[in-house]
């Protein structure tokens, strides 16, 4: 009878098929760890074989794996920071980072593209009105750096410079301590001496949940005297802030897929040096920036019926008569305002919807050109990349 016990090179692929653990370092309580361990999650658990292990760098477990039980860990998923301080070096398992500082030297890192974020904020802003801005930021972290350079890079090819106003850690308010009032001062000083309106980036949602605390203080209004975009979409500092924040949403679930799509390439042979940057998705617009700066209250009030309707299919004969004036004469007033037509802004502000929804990837192409009133799909197409510079279909799928 043949003998139907697993041979010893059976036996090895099926250990070997056991030990895809991975272990994601991380700190649960910060929104952005938080989502990309849900997005890694979300990957692992396509995959039968593999055992995710969420751990978080303050309480990590006693029995920290060493060199000498390799066999525990399949590969690791986390900051670099964190995986420094457990094994500092000593665990040969494969190693994934994300949301890297920098470019990590042996290439295996997904992060942020974090100038798109600056650029993606100044989009925003110059598109509501504002022509004066403003950088609030950490001198000390790379994030903030690279937001700070793509916000105001996008603003001079407008001919504009921002202010730039860049904090230490120890001097940001959003880190508590025992001079909390006097790093609120000092911020309170700062607002009350920008130009008036203003639009502000803040570097993350958490200090612009400050700026406008400090707003508050200093009696400005927003969004008439300051405007003000953070960045995260992180529900937290919105409930805190007094007011909604707008917020630049940045992918962080999709950097957890693909830091663990990343790490299975690893255990597969992978070993080319792989670094990849997601770009955000989309400006949540909320009461920070819910206006238009437009000196016109006619084109202002135009302006706030077309971005309400960004959806329909509209005639600039419905806009006009929906703010009360002739077609003539709102087409003269948007000239001389924006230098535009009605027209063109209405079909501008449509394909900026579709490249949000696009950007999500969630919706296809034909799914988003019917959402936006086309009804032909080839149609949208050709006045998407007219507008864009790009395919519909190559923007959705410039996420991996």
């Not at 005639?315 to 003269?332: C, E, H, I, M, P």
Request: aromatic share 8%; glycine share 8%.
């Amino acid at each position: 009878m043949r003998d139907m016990r697993p041979s010893k090179d059976d036996r090895h692929k099926t250990a070997s098929a056991a030990e895809r653990q991975i272990i994601f370092l991380g700190e649960p309580g910060a929104y952005a760890d938080r989502e990309v361990c849900l997005g890694a999650a979300e990957y692992a658990a396509e995959h039968p074989t593999w055992v995710f292990d969420p751990w978080s760098v303050q309480i990590a477990p006693a029995s920290v794996p060493t060199s000498a039980d390799p066999q525990l860990v399949g590969g690791i998923l986390g900051t670099e920071r964190a995986v420094q301080r457990l094994w500092r070096g000593r665990l040969k398992a494969p190693v994934v980072y994300f949301l890297p500082e920098e470019a990590h030297p042996e290439g295996y890192a997904v992060g942020i593209d974090e100038v798109a974020v600056g650029e993606m904020a100044a989009e925003h802003l110059w598109g509501r009105g504002y022509r004066q801005f403003a950088f609030i930021g950490s001198s000390e972290t790379a994030w903030s750096r690279g937001r700070g350079t793509g916000f105001e890079s996008w603003l001079a090819a407008k001919g504009t410079r921002p202010g730039s106003y860049l904090f230490s850690m120890a001097t940001l308010p959003v880190y508590w301590s025992e001079h909390l009032a006097r790093h609120n001062q000092r911020l309170q000083h700062l607002v009350s001496k920008l130009p008036k309106p203003c639009g502000v980036l803040a570097a993350n949602d958490f200090i612009a949940c400050f700026v406008l605390h400090a707003a508050r203080h200093q009696r400005c209004r927003v969004p008439e005297d300051l405007g003000v975009v953070g960045v995260d979409n992180d529900p937290l500092p919105n409930a805190a802030a007094g007011l909604a924040i707008s917020s630049v949403e940045l992918p962080f679930r999709e950097v957890g897929r693909q830091a663990a799509r990343l790490l299975g390439e690893r255990w597969r042979g992978r070993t080319a040096a792989c670094s990849i940057r997601l770009p955000p998705i989309r400006v949540v617009v909320r009461a920070s920036t819910d206006a238009f700066m437009t000196e016109h209250p006619v084109v202002r009030k135009a302006q706030f019926y077309i971005e309400s309707r960004r959806t329909d299919w509209m005639s600039v004969k419905d806009v006009a008569r929906a703010v009360g004036t002739t077609q003539v004469t709102l087409g003269r007033h948007f000239q001389r305002e924006l230098n535009t037509t009605p027209s063109d802004y209405m079909r501008c502000r449509r394909i900026a919807h579709a490249a949000e929804r696009l950007r999500q990837g969630e919706a296809k192409v034909y799914e988003v050109a019917a959402a936006c009133g086309y009804g032909s799909t080839s149609y949208f197409g050709r006045v998407f990349k007219q507008l864009t510079g790009q395919r519909p279909g190559s923007l959705r799928h410039s996420r991996p």
